[in-house]
């Protein structure tokens, strides 16, 4: 798929599946390293768990693997998401989304903060996620519903209501969706024997707070080795650094001191 088709479809429908972004070998390297991750939190005791502990998130994801890295920078990705974000788009999280067996299917949702924004919705992409397929997407483990379309609606899904046109993602492992934060979806129940899992990359524009403070979260020696378009995912070119506040700082306190000289100096 060229990237003028991808862009259509994901105009069109609010998400497009690209086939075999990742390689063989990346898929499963990704996968082998989430696991490992997701264990070491739970042995630690600081697992991020829901579905009553059948289900688990793995956050900072920059922090925790050079591949992680290598990943959030993929060209295909990115040039997507400017599309929906900008050129100066940033990074608002990195996790790994396991879905393990016997979890129910999540409700239909635009992605946070979108469903609290004053309506209709702006057809413009505030948020944008990618998902980086680690399993094949099955009838059975909980492949990830969407709603076509859905964002040019202007509102969100109710929750209690039943909707006709969701469809079940089709996806294998080492493909990659991208989809813009208002349309509307969901995982799927997983009712097989095994965990479903991906990566969840979620976007925003430069201006809009992200979901972690990858500014500060992120550790020093990887942003020393950071990649210009790194540096600027995690923030550096938006984010004023300590020399630009001292500057400031320095410059309203002369000017209440010669403010303070000049008060002293008429009286």
Not at 150 to 178: C, F, L, T, W
Request: charged residues 25%; hydrophobic residues 35%.
């Amino acid at each position: 798929m060229t990237k003028e088709e991808a862009v259509a479809e994901l105009d069109e429908h609010g998400f497009v599946v690209l086939k075999e972004a990742l390689t063989p070998d990346q898929a499963n390297a990704l996968r082998d390293r989430s696991v490992v991750l997701a264990a070491e939190e739970r042995a630690a005791g600081s697992e991020h768990v829901y579905h009553d502990g059948k289900s688990q998130r793995v956050w900072s994801l920059v922090n925790k693997g050079r591949i992680f890295e290598q990943m959030i920078q993929l060209p295909q990705v990115l040039e997507l998401q400017q599309h929906l974000l900008g050129d100066d788009c940033v990074l608002s999280s990195f996790t790994v989304n396991l879905i393990g067996p016997g979890s129910p299917a999540g409700n239909l949702h635009a992605d946070y903060p979108v469903a609290s924004f004053p309506k209709p919705l702006p057809l413009g992409a505030f948020y944008s996620n990618t998902i980086y397929v680690l399993d094949d997407f099955t009838q059975d483990n909980g492949a990830t519903l969407m709603v076509p379309g859905s964002y040019k609606r202007g509102y969100g899904p109710d929750p209690e209501k039943q909707y006709e046109d969701v469809v079940k993602i089709s996806a294998s492992k080492g493909d990659i969706v991208i989809f813009h934060g208002a349309t509307w979806h969901a995982s799927g129940a997983n009712n097989s024997e095994r965990e479903r899992m991906i990566l969840l990359g979620y976007f925003c524009r430069s201006f809009i707070k992200p979901q972690q403070d990858n500014f500060k979260l992120v550790s020093p020696e990887i942003v020393e080795r950071a990649t210009p378009i790194l540096k600027q995912l995690l923030g550096y070119n938006s984010m004023q650094q300590e020399s630009v506040l001292d500057w400031r700082k320095e410059k309203l306190e002369n000017k209440r001191k010669n403010l303070s000289e000049t008060m002293i100096e008429t009286n």
